[in-house]
Each structure stands twice: as C-alpha cells, then as structure tokens.
C-alpha cells in the first residue's frame, strides 16, 4: 500500500478525465502528495486504472462516470457534486482526426466537429458548470497543448488538433475575463510531447518526466489569481 505524506486536512482535486493516460497518472501523482482524488471515467462498466488506484488508496479515491461530450451527464454530476467544495477542478481531455497530417482543407467535416466538440466546447461546458464547487481560492485548470500556441506555430501540421486547443485557450481566456478580479488561479496545461495513446511512441517525453513536473506547478500556481498558459516546466507558453 503506497504511503502519502501526512499533513493536515487533504486537499482534494476533481479530475475529470481520469481513467487512462494523462489523467490517470495526474491521479496518482496527487494521490502520492496527499491529496485526494474525485475522477471521472467514461460509462460502461469496463475496470480502468482509476479503480486500481482506488484499491491502493482506500477512502482517498471517489470515481464518478461522466462522458464530457454528454451534456446531461454534466449537468448530472453538477447535481451530485452539489455542496462539495474542491481546491482544485483540471479537465483533461484530448482527441486528435483520424489522419492528423490533413490540411484543414481536407479533413471531413465530421471529424472537424467531433475534435472541436471534444477538446474546446465539452471541457469549457464542464468548467462552466463546476467552477461553482470550486473554493474562492482554489484553481481551475484545462489541458491545453503546446500546439495550441499561435505564436509558436512555425511548422503547422496536425492543425484540426491545433486549432482545437487554441480554441480551448480562448474560451479560457474569455472565461477568466469574465471572472476578473476573482482570486481563482486558473492554467492551461502544455503537457509536452508525451508518449501516450494520443501523443504515439515517437513522443519525446515519457509520461513520468512529464506529469511530476506538471503537477508541481498546478500546486505552485495554487494561490496565485489570474489565468497563465504554462508548459509541464512552468514556463510561459506564448498564446
């Protein structure tokens, strides 16, 4: 049984998005720095790595079912989580087009609107109907990319994948505007290039060099109001 850090009163984190990949070892991460666990996996009665962690974790992991693209399901947890307060809510979600090396000429327009609707509209559906179970100063977070950065497109390619995620930075933003003067911090994630079922086994980092490092600038943005867009090294990524 893995043992965590003993401390006062745990925090504790709604990841949405938790079953596999990123999320899942974002689970376990927090979970190693004592902090407990709501997250999310998709419908389906089918045993993810979430539930193992749950099982090495006894009483510190809560799993709730939630498919993001599912606005009733949303709106249904909202309903369950009704009078919690958590410290910090992170989605984390990510698909990319069948072909990524299509021009935005080419892709079809259904694979357009399912990457879309998954990585920019359903995440900012779930912040605007959770940020409500978040504490007055605790953060709201979004996995973002690094190829969701205007400025530091250069070499294009993937760019449904893109401009899903720059769409994602915006509505943030637009969602941060409307928050001014809250004492929220609030991040979009560049995780890096990370070898997982989306990023593929030519990715540069290994998920262990990237989530420990991610997860220490979450808690090091802890308390700081305001939106950034920070890389998985807490450097400034330009929007």
């Given at each position: 049984m893995p043992v965590s850090p003993a401390a006062g009163p745990r925090q504790t984190i709604l990841l949405v998005g938790a079953s596999r990949g990123l999320g899942h070892a974002m689970a376990a991460e927090f979970l190693k720095k004592g902090w407990n666990v709501v997250g999310t996996v998709r419908g389906g009665g089918a045993r993810t790595l979430l539930h193992d962690l749950a099982d090495d974790y006894s009483g510190r992991v809560e799993i709730e079912i939630l498919d993001i693209n599912?606005?009733?399901?949303?709106?249904?947890?909202?309903?369950?989580?009704?009078?919690?307060?958590?410290?910090?809510?992170?989605?984390?979600a990510g698909i990319t087009n069948r072909d990524p090396t299509q021009t935005i000429g080419e892709v079809s327009t259904a694979d357009f609107v399912e990457v879309m609707i998954t990585n920019s509209l359903s995440p900012m559906r779930v912040v605007e109907s959770l940020e409500s179970s978040v504490s007055e100063t605790g953060l709201i977070g979004v996995m973002?990319?690094?190829?969701?950065?205007?400025?530091?497109?250069?070499?294009?390619?993937?760019?449904?994948?893109?401009?899903?995620?720059?769409?994602?930075?915006?509505?943030?933003?637009?969602?941060?505007?409307?928050?001014?003067?809250?004492?929220?911090?609030?991040?979009?994630?560049?995780?890096?290039?990370?070898?997982?079922?989306?990023?593929?086994p030519e990715a540069r980092l290994r998920i262990e060099e990237s989530i420990p490092s991610l997860v220490n600038v979450l808690l090091a943005k802890q308390g700081k109001p305001g939106l950034e867009y920070l890389d998985y090294l807490g450097r400034t990524v330009p929007w």
């Open positions: 599912e606005p009733d399901q949303i709106a249904a947890l909202h309903d369950r989580l009704s009078g919690r307060r958590f410290d910090m809510l992170f989605v984390n973002s990319s690094g190829q969701g950065s205007i400025g530091n497109n250069e070499a294009g390619m993937r760019e449904v994948y893109r401009g899903s995620k720059a769409a994602l930075n915006m509505f943030m933003r637009s969602f941060a505007a409307r928050q001014a003067g809250s004492s929220r911090a609030m991040v979009v994630m560049a995780p890096g290039w990370v070898r997982t079922a989306l990023g593929g």
